[in-house]
C-alpha cells in the first residue's frame, strides 16, 4: 500500500473520531472532551493537507523543478504544526471559561466508552502509517502519524481524568485536562515546525547515513591511487543527496575513471537506499576551489 493510500485511511479514520468525540462532549458537556474532538478536527486538516503534498512530492522533475518535488511534505509538517497550535490556543480559551463557570457533566460513562474507542481507532492507526513512514521515509506520513500518537495519549489522559470526576465528583478536574491537553499537543505543534523548517533549509543526512557513506568511501579509498575531498549532503524528503569530489591519478583513461564511478555511485545507493550521488573526477595533483569552506572525507 503507497504512502497516499495510508493518509486516505487516515482521513476516514480522523473523520469517524470526530463523530465519536463530538457526540461524547455533546452527551457529557466536558469541555476535555471537547479539546480531544478539536484535536481530532486537527487531525482531519492535517492529513488532507498531507495528502495532497505526499501526491504533489510524487511527482517526477520538470524543467522547473530538476530536482523533483520532494520537499513538499515539509509543507504539510509545517501547516499540520501550525494548526496544533491555534487548536491547542482554542483549548486553552475553552478550558478558562470553564474554569470561571463549572458546570456538571452528565453520562459520563458513555462519554468514556466513546473516547476509548476513538483512541483506539488512532492507535491502530498511527501505527500502521509510522512503520510504512520508516519504509518509505515519509516526512508527512511521520508527522501525521506523531500527530495521532498524541491524540491516543490525550484521549487517555481526558478517559482517566473524566474516571476521577466520576469517583471524586470534582467538577475542576476537566478544566484541568483540557489546558493539560492544550500544552500537550501545542509541544507536538512546535516540534512539527521545527522539524518542518529544518527540512527546507537542507540539512545535512542523519549520522547513521553519513556513516554508512564514510565506510564506503573508506572501501574505494587508495593511499597513493583514490582520495576524496568536498563532501556535503542534503536531506529533501524522501530524497537523499550527497556531492563529493573523487580524484585519482592523471594517467588513467576516461573509461577506467568513469567505470571505477559508476561501482561508487551503486554502493553508495545500496548502502543508504534512496541517496543520489553526484561525483565529480579530478586528477590527484588538482584542487578544486569553491566559494565554501571545503570538508575533507
Known sequence: MQASAYLKLSVATAIVTIALKTAAWWWTGSVSLAADALESLVNLAGAVFALAMVTLAAQPADDNHPYGHHKAEYFSSGFEGILIIAAALGILWG??????????????????????????????????????????RSVALAGDARHLITDVWTSAGVVVGLIGVMATGWQWLDPLLAVIVALNILREGVHLMRESTGGLMDEALDAESLAKVQAVLDDFRHPHAIRFDHLVSRVAGQRRFVDLHMHMPASWTLGRAAALRVDLEQALMSAVPGLRASIQLLPMDVEAHTMDEEDLV
Do not use: C
Open 95 to 136: 478550558a478558562a471559561d470553564r474554569w470561571r463557570h463549572p458546570q456538571p457533566l452528565e453520562s459520563i460513562g458513555l462519554g468514556v466508552t466513546l473516547a476509548v474507542v476513538s483512541s483506539a481507532l488512532n492507535g491502530w492507526m498511527a501505527w500502521a502509517m509510522l512503520r510504512k513512514a520508516r519504509e518509505v
